[in-house]
């Protein structure tokens, strides 16, 4: 493989396998005239609303969680908390399909009640 660098220079560019130390590079490009340097590089990213929207997105969702485990956990409490097995078990399924790979069709559905 060949790599073309157009800041090799001379018997800089000979030794194009060696590693160079940072220092020295910026040394090399500090003795070379302003018009050959290098240009600043002007990349840049900002991540600061991205993530601050998914942030809240996360909280929210977490704290939705928390309200429903607490309202389940004082319907379980009074005894007034009720099971759908039928529901319960077309989820299993339907998630053992998932993680099989296996489409989702509505002829393999467990029968309604």
Do not use: F, I
Not at 15 to 43: C, F, I, M, W, Y
Not at 89 to 109: C, F, I, L, Q, Y
Request: glycine letters at 6%; hydrophobic letters at 35%; charged letters at 25%.
């Amino acid at each position: 493989m060949r790599v073309e660098d157009r800041y090799l220079t001379g018997s800089q560019a000979v030794q194009s396998g060696k590693t160079v130390n940072p220092q020295e590079v910026e040394r090399l490009n500090e003795a070379k005239p302003p018009e050959s340097r290098p240009a600043a590089s002007t990349d840049r990213v900002e991540l600061s609303e991205l993530t601050g929207g998914l942030t809240h997105a996360l909280e929210a969702a977490a704290q939705q969680r928390v309200s429903l485990v607490e309202r389940l956990a004082q319907e379980h409490a009074a005894g007034r908390y009720q099971v759908d097995a039928m529901a319960v078990s077309r989820a299993m399924v339907a998630e053992m399909r998932a993680d099989a790979g296996e489409p989702s069709s509505a002829t393999n559905r467990l029968p309604e009640t």
